[in-house]
């Protein structure tokens, strides 16, 4: 069974600029889940979707981040205008059901300079 | 507010002794504790959990332990391996206001280093 992919890898921009993520979760789950992870701590739950829309997005900085996860499946984490602290590794995770297990994918670096 | 507290950075065990990880949390209203382990590079894969209505679950060479009371969890890793060479973190949840909403909240981690 194929896990949860992430794009890029890796990603380096300077302030002010835009940047997006891509996830594509494992196939027939239901929540899909954006974390953001900063040096030092854990991860931190950004916005969970049930199918296509927003079950919870309370911790998500509206005025410069979004995220869309249209059809149901693969979901897009934007950022605009990136902020210095916005570096982070930002982590998709995913789902059967609300309340099962949560798998990982492998995560995005984003370095803001 | 950190609810869910690692306050080891990290921790140095021989191989073949056992590793004792260490969680603390605050909200008395979680109801579900995980602990996930992360290799560099990947995302984190879950390891064990525990619900709030047991003391003890235990998985092969890994067992959680949990103090309500004190508002403890520990993992110990029985006997340890270098493959457990990996960063650890503790997670809880609870039943949140959000209809259908689940939320995992993090500690910081403890990276955890076994010697040959």
């Known amino acids: 069974e194929a896990g949860v992919a992430q794009s890029p890898r890796y990603k380096i921009i300077e302030k002010r ?33 049930q199918n296509n829309g927003v079950v919870d997005d309370s911790q998500l900085p509206k005025d410069r ?8 499946v693969d979901s897009t984490l934007k950022i605009q205008p990136a902020k210095l602290e916005d570096s982070a590794v930002y982590l998709c995770a995913s789902s059967l059901e609300v309340g099962s297990e949560q798998f990982f994918g492998p995560g995005t670096r984003l370095t803001v300079l | 507010d950190q609810q869910v507290k690692q306050n080891s950075p990290s921790l140095s065990v021989q191989e073949g002794r056992i590793s004792i990880l260490n969680c603390d949390y605050t909200n008395s209203m979680f109801d579900y504790f995980l602990w996930y382990k992360k290799y560099p590079a990947e995302g984190p894969t879950f390891l064990i959990s525990i619900s709030s209505i047991k003391d003890k679950n235990e998985d092969g060479r890994f067992t ?39 939320k995992l909240v993090f500690g910081q ?8």
């Open chain 1, 17 to 49: 600029q835009s940047v997006a993520f891509w996830c594509n979760p494992i196939s027939g789950h239901a929540t899909l889940y954006w974390y953001q992870q900063i040096l030092g701590q854990g991860p931190k739950l950004l916005i969970q979707f």
């Open chain 2, 64 to 102: 959680v332990f949990l103090n309500k009371s004190a508002k403890h969890l520990s993992l110990h890793i029985v006997p340890s391996q270098p493959g457990d060479s990996a960063v650890y973190f503790c997670a809880a949840s609870e039943d949140s206001p959000i209809q259908g909403a689940q």
């Open chain 2, 109 to 116: 981690g403890t990276r955890l280093t076994i010697n040959p």
């Open chain 1, 65 to 72: 981040f979004s995220a869309e996860r249209l059809k149901g």
